[in-house]
């Protein structure tokens, strides 16, 4: 039987135990219609680009054995699932071995991970603080902008009424020629 690899990103937004049940199903799933040789929950990640509104998701790696029809299934569930924000199977090739990874990769992985979300929780009250100084300047650099936008207004609604007026005038004399033919 051929060998897969899937990857499965859930909602970080989703409670502990919701995040649990959706990784469960497809666990379920996977183990009814084949066998799962491994399971590497990678835990909660930065996305590269928001997704559903989404800055966060949870990402698991599951390794399985299955029919060769069984990942098309997978792939319809997994679109119909809520809570799944991305999703991707590959097929392994032919002596491509599960190989689970090994403590100091799990222990890196890890203080990645807490690093990662370290950082962008220390940025996130940096960052809004400077925007709302910055807020203030510009809603004062607003007003005479917008001063100048209805003087601009004002200045160019005269020159468009006699414009039309004299549309209307040229207009008559061509009315006047049909007639008199």
């Known amino acids: 039987m ?10 970080a937004t989703l409670d502990e135990e919701a995040a649990v049940a959706v990784v469960e199903k497809f666990k379920t799933l996977i183990s009814a219609n084949g066998e799962i040789d491994g399971v590497e929950e990678w835990g909660k990640r930065r996305l590269a ?3 559903n509104k989404e800055n966060d998701g949870v990402y698991t790696l599951i390794h399985f054995t299955s029919g060769p ?3 098309s299934e997978l792939d319809r ?4 699932t809520d809570g799944v ?8 090739l032919p002596g491509q071995e599960y190989v689970p990874p090994s403590a ?3 222990a890196a992985r890890e203080r990645a991970a807490a690093e990662t979300a ?8 940096a960052a809004a603080e400077p925007a709302v100084e910055q807020a203030a300047p510009e809603a004062v650099a607003e007003e005479p902008a917008a001063e100048e936008a209805v003087a601009t207004e004002e200045a160019a609604e005269p020159a468009a009424e006699p414009a039309a007026e004299e ?7 061509a009315e006047e020629k049909k007639e008199a033919e």
Do not use: G, H, N, Q
């Open 2 to 11: 051929p060998k897969y690899e899937t990857m499965l990103i859930t909602s």
């Open 49 to 51: 680009y928001p997704i």
């Open 69 to 71: 029809d069984f990942p």
């Open 77 to 80: 569930v997994y679109k119909i």
């Open 85 to 92: 924000l991305r999703s991707l199977i590959i097929a392994k």
């Open 104 to 106: 100091e990769d799990v």
């Open 118 to 125: 370290a950082a962008v929780d220390a940025a996130k009250p």
């Open 167 to 173: 549309t209307a005038e040229a207009a008559a004399p």
